[in-house]
Structure formats: structure tokens, C-alpha cells
């Protein structure tokens, strides 16, 4: 198959390249098709575009959606879809609400424990208008100097620590009717990576795919070969097309590149088949 990429970020969510930048990175490493998938926004795609148009790559229309299910967050890409579509349109507005109050409250909440000014110094970071929570993890690395990012985030960005927020995303059911509505594919991210039983992996996929999810990423960056075996049986068992994306974010780390894959077992139906090319 040809190197493709399902899965990657820009600085217009929390990616350090611009959409351009990122385009031209993954055609240099021999990519053919790449969905650009930034956080709640699709505010890139038109500059991917252009810059897929000079480089002779074929750019999906993605995006990654912040989600909540039973309790927990879920991300959910959207693949192949009009991203004019009036659905999803609505849904990445209140998205994109909900992370601009994120982003005060986490930065009222440094300030009470001692850190004032992370709001501008996690919009300094951030090179693009939305803010997450890797631009204040990155300011805060700087501002206190640790060692690593990692550190930030178990120190002050997740549960019980300072800077953590609790946000109702909306449902997932909800987000995978936006992308549905818009004419796309909606994915399930990095399914290893919410830490739950066999049981609740099979509950979440039942309620996705109640909703119309139709795929699961079976590759993503960091995934061993053990876990695409047991991703691609899951796959397999719900019926579901297989995707695969890097998640890459930065070029700061070599670990994880653009289009950067371990293949995908070639007996599962591929979510490429599926989707339309963004022209
Ligand atoms: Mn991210
Ligand atoms: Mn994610
Ligand atoms: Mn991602």
C-alpha cells in the first residue's frame, strides 16, 4: 500500500509545524495521502490543501474530536468529510468554546497555585488561536524548568494536580453524528490509550458504532506489534475498517514521525477505501 498518514497534527491545534509545513514534511518522508487531523478544528485544511496541490499528495479532510463517554474522554477522528457541513460546523463552534473555558479556567487555577500569567504564556506557545492543554504543559516546562514535559503534566495537568480541569465534552454518540452528517467516517483514536477492561473497550465500541462509527485506529504511533494484533482481532470481531495515523505533533521528538507506521494486517478492510480525497 502506499505510505499514507491518517492521524497528524499542525500548530493550528497543538502541533508545532503549520499545516503547510507539515504537508511538505510528509511528502519529503514519501507519504501519498495524509488526513490532517488537528483538535476540535478543521481551521488547517484549506492551507494543507494548497500545500498538498504543490507537493502532488492527496489530503483527507480530518479532525480529531474531544468526546465524553461514560465519563471518560474519547477522541474521535473524522475522515472524508465536508468540512462546510452545517452539523459539524455547529458541533466544532461549541467545541471550540468549551476549550477557550478550559484554557481560563486551567490558567485560574495555576494562578491560585502560584503561577500567574500561564494564559499568555500558553498562547505565546501556541502559534495558532486554540489553546490546549500541550501549550500550557510546554510554557510551564520552560517557566519552572523541568526536565521533561512528562513531568508537567503528572505534576500539574492531570487529575487531582492544579492545573486540572474537568470538561463535559459532548457525547460521543453526538460527535459521530456531526461526522456523519458532514459525509465522513468517523474513527475511533488510539483505542490502547483509554486504559479500560475488555469489557468497556467492547461497550464503547457497541455504543460508537450505534451512533455509525465505522472504524477503529488498529496503528497508531507508539502502538507495539502486540497491540495491533489484539486491535486488528477487535476490528475484526465488531466489523470494523481498520485505520492507522501517527499522531504526530512536533518534529521536536524523532520517536514519532509523519507518516511513520507499522503496518496494518492486510486481511482487515482499511477505512481508505471508504473515504473521499479532498479536492
Ligand atoms: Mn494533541
Ligand atoms: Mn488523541
Ligand atoms: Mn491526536
Known amino acids: 500500500m502506499e505510505r499514507y ?4 497534527h499542525s500548530n493550528v491545534s497543538d502541533g508545532t509545524l503549520t499545516p503547510a509545513e507539515l504537508v511538505g514534511r510528509a511528502a519529503g518522508r514519501g507519504v501519498r495521502r495524509l488526513a490532517l487531523t488537528d483538535h476540535d478544528t478543521v481551521a ?16 483527507i479532510s480530518g479532525v480529531e474530536l474531544s468526546t465524553c463517554w461514560a465519563r471518560r474522554t474519547i477522541h474521535v477522528v473524522g475522515l472524508g468529510f465536508d468540512p462546510d457541513a452545517p452539523a459539524l460546523h455547529d458541533g466544532l463552534a461549541r467545541l471550540a468554546e468549551l476549550r477557550d473555558e478550559r484554557a481560563e479556567r486551567i ?16 498562547r505565546a506557545v501556541a502559534r495558532g488561536p486554540s489553546l490546549g492543554r500541550n501549550h500550557f504543559a510546554r510554557f510551564l516546562w520552560r517557566h519552572l524548568n523541568l526536565r521533561h514535559v512528562g513531568e508537567v503534566y503528572r505534576r500539574y495537568l492531570v487529575h487531582n494536580r492544579p492545573g486540572y480541569v474537568h470538561v463535559a465534552w459532548p457525547a460521543l454518540e453526538e460527535a459521530v453524528g456531526w461526522i456523519r452528517e ?27 458504532q450505534g451512533a455509525g462509527m465505522e472504524a477503529i485506529e488498529v496503528a497508531s504511533g507508539r502502538s507495539s506489534p502486540a497491540e495491533i494484533g ?16 501517527s499522531d504526530f505533533h512536533t518534529h521536536e521528538q524523532s520517536w514519532i514521525d509523519v507518516g511513520r507506521l507499522k ?10 477505501g471508504r473515504v473521499a480525497v479532498r479536492h
Open 5 to 8: 498518514d491518517l492521524h497528524c
Open 44 to 59: 488547517g485544511l484549506d492551507e494543507a490543501g494548497r500545500a498538498a496541490e504543490q507537493h502532488g499528495l492527496e489530503l
Open 107 to 122: 490558567a485560574h487555577s495555576l494562578d491560585r497555585a502560584g503561577i500567574p500569567g500561564s494564559l499568555e504564556g500558553a
Open 182 to 208: 458532514a459525509g465522513g467516517v468517523a474513527v475511533l483514536a488510539h483505542p490502547g490509550r483509554y486504559r479500560l477492561t475488555k469489557t468497556k473497550l467492547r461497550e464503547l465500541i457497541e455504543a460508537g
Open 230 to 245: 489484539w486491535l486488528a482481532d477487535v476490528a475484526r470481531r465488531h466489523g470494523l475498517l481498520a485505520s492507522a495515523g
Open 263 to 272: 503496518p496494518v494486517p492486510d486481511d482487515l478492510p482499511h477505512v481508505l
